[in-house]
């Protein structure tokens, strides 16, 4: 695995693990731990734990993502990401996002304040010089990562539905994504998944617009839109849960997020 792949590897595994839809919307307000691993082609690659507390006016989420399996042979990784903010009529008002820890060879961090719905990059070391900056004209109305995935949960859990759409800022890439569903289905039984049967499937899209590295030779690659899906079971006690997600990249293929083991809440 080649130094360039094995960074691809890592922002792919980092927007799988944040992708919309990706965990539970507990159907108490205590919080709630889910574990995942992911997969591509057929090969464990990396581990993350999400922890989230829903309430009716905000929510608080974070995650931490580490290598494993063979990625953890080549790698190290171990990113922790927050995020929390308001919900307000449907709508979700950030306040801030922060991501910290040791990928792409290097100690890392980044934070995120927003400013009148305005994300603000508060803290970015160490800089990206080789990478464009997001123009300020598309910022506005922007969301982190974590935060348009506790929108699409709030949604889940309060319409049954997952139809949306939001731009999504993680601090250095700017992601237009597209949600819609759910469809009535079965979780595919092909990576150990802990739950099989009836499902609802959430669809996705995503396509990067903006932040990508300057003159990068998978330029036209990395502006295709990209299709994924989440697969949801309602768990007793607990809400609908994302039992399985999917994701496609450029570099990497097909990524497979499937839920480990039961979600612990309290």
């Known amino acids: 695995m080649t130094s360039e792949h094995g960074r691809n590897a890592l922002l792919a595994i980092a927007l799988l693990s944040s992708a919309p839809c990706a965990y539970a919307a507990p159907s108490a307000n205590a919080p709630l731990e889910a574990q995942y691993s992911v997969f591509t082609h057929g090969l464990h690659v990396a581990n993350v734990v999400a922890t989230y507390q829903l309430q009716p006016w905000g929510y608080g989420v974070t995650t931490e993502l580490q290598a494993g399996g063979l990625m953890s042979w080549f790698l190290r990784m171990n990113v922790r990401s927050t995020a929390s903010g308001r919900f307000d009529n449907g709508q979700i008002d950030p306040v801030s996002y922060d991501s910290s820890g ?3 060879g290097a100690n890392r961090h980044i934070a995120v304040q927003y400013r009148g719905g305005v994300p ?8 990206e010089t080789d990478r464009d900056p997001v123009p300020e004209a598309q910022l506005p109305h922007a969301i982190d990562t974590l935060s348009a995935m506790a929108l699409l949960l709030d949604s889940m859990e309060k319409t049954g539905k997952c139809d949306g759409e939001a731009h ?3 601090g250095i890439r700017l992601t237009a ?3 819609h569903g759910p469809v009535q289905t079965t979780v595919p039984d092909d990576d150990g998944e802990f739950y099989h ?3 609802l499937r959430c669809d996705f899209i995503g396509q990067q617009i903006a932040g990508f ?10 502006q295709k839109a990209r299709p994924g899906a989440a697969w949801f079971q309602n768990l007793p006690g607990i809400g609908m849960v994302a039992v399985r997600i999917e994701f ?3 570099k990497l293929g097909h990524l497979i997020g499937v839920l480990r083991s039961p979600p612990i809440q309290g």
């Open 197 to 199: 049967g009836p499902a």
């Open 120 to 127: 603000a990059v508060t803290i970015h070391t160490p800089p």
């Open 177 to 179: 994504m597209q949600s």
């Open 248 to 250: 496609d990249h450029p």
């Open 102 to 104: 040791f990928s792409r």
């Open 213 to 222: 590295v300057t003159h990068s030779s998978h330029l036209a690659d990395m």
């Open 168 to 170: 999504v800022f993680d």
